[in-house]
């Protein structure tokens, strides 16, 4: 099997981004897929949510964009099976410092093509903005998974976000797609909640998943242990959730699991 790469990105913050990266890995790996999960937001939260110190770490993305060492140098195992390359603050300053550099668009790219055949699935954790990260990741990208909370102002955040990948796909990585909109925060007795998924799913039909993530306080406790929630809480509705999720998604790739059953 070809290696899949996702990248998780939606500008706005506050969706559930690096929740939906770090616990989708998790669920691939609970699912007997070799994954990698990289991060490429400068806060590392996705490095830190996996358990890693991110500022224990001695290499991380940065220098594997700058082209210091290779990817597989930056490697780190975690509990929940998959690894990670990890981001901390230095990450920052790559964005002024890949403007200057050759192939800056490609960066991330050129480094995986090396090393991505390891893996099943390579889940990139994208910066809640549109720049020269988040840019690379969609060129290395086979397609986007987009968390999205269904409120007021998501179709509008989601438009842009369209919008951009477009001139990607027009100027630097022609396969890209969306894979997936996945609606998090989830609260199905909420009128507008409602209004809005209906609307998602007129907009872009089955690109919209069937599986939504609940609001669930098991999912916002596990990144302060520092573990996705299928290893805080096994039996929680968010851990459930995530793995449904990830089992759609195999399944969409056409690679189905039985309930309760690793592959």
């Known amino acids: 099997m070809m290696t899949k790469v996702f990248a998780v990105a939606n500008q706005k913050g506050g969706v559930g981004k690096t929740s939906i990266a770090v616990n989708l890995a998790a669920s691939l790996a609970h699912y007997g897929k070799r994954v990698l999960m990289i991060d490429l937001d400068p806060q590392g939260n996705a490095t830190t949510g996996s358990g890693v110190d991110k500022n224990a770490v001695d290499k991380t993305i ?36 890949l403007i200057q550099m050759e192939r800056r668009e490609f960066r991330l790219k050129d480094a995986l093509d090396e090393h991505k055949s390891r893996y ?31 409120e ?30 996945v609606r998090t925060m989830f609260d199905p007795r909420s009128m507008l909640t409602q209004q809005v998924s209906d609307e998602i799913k007129r907009h872009y039909g089955d690109k919209v998943f069937d599986t939504v993530i609940p609001r669930n306080v098991r999912i916002a406790e596990a990144p302060s242990f520092g573990k996705p929630v299928l290893l805080h809480d096994p039996d929680s509705r968010g851990a459930l959730s995530h793995l449904a999720f990830a089992r759609e998604l195999l399944f969409r790739q056409g690679m189905p699991v039985k309930e309760g059953v690793m592959a």
Request: net charge negative.
């Open 62 to 97: 940065y220098g594997v964009l700058l082209g210091v060492y290779g990817a597989a140098e930056a490697c780190v195992s975690v509990e929940a099976q998959y690894d990670v390359i990890p981001a901390n603050r230095e990450l920052a300053g790559a964005e002024i410092e």
């Open 120 to 150: 099943d699935f390579v889940i990139l954790d994208s910066p809640p903005a549109l720049n020269m990260l988040t840019v690379n990741g969609f060129t290395a990208a086979d397609s986007v998974i987009i968390p999205m909370q269904c």
């Open 152 to 181: 007021y102002y998501a179709l509008e955040g989601l438009s842009d976000l369209i919008s951009t990948l477009r001139k990607v796909k027009s100027n630097l990585n022609a396969k890209i797609e969306v894979e997936a909109l």
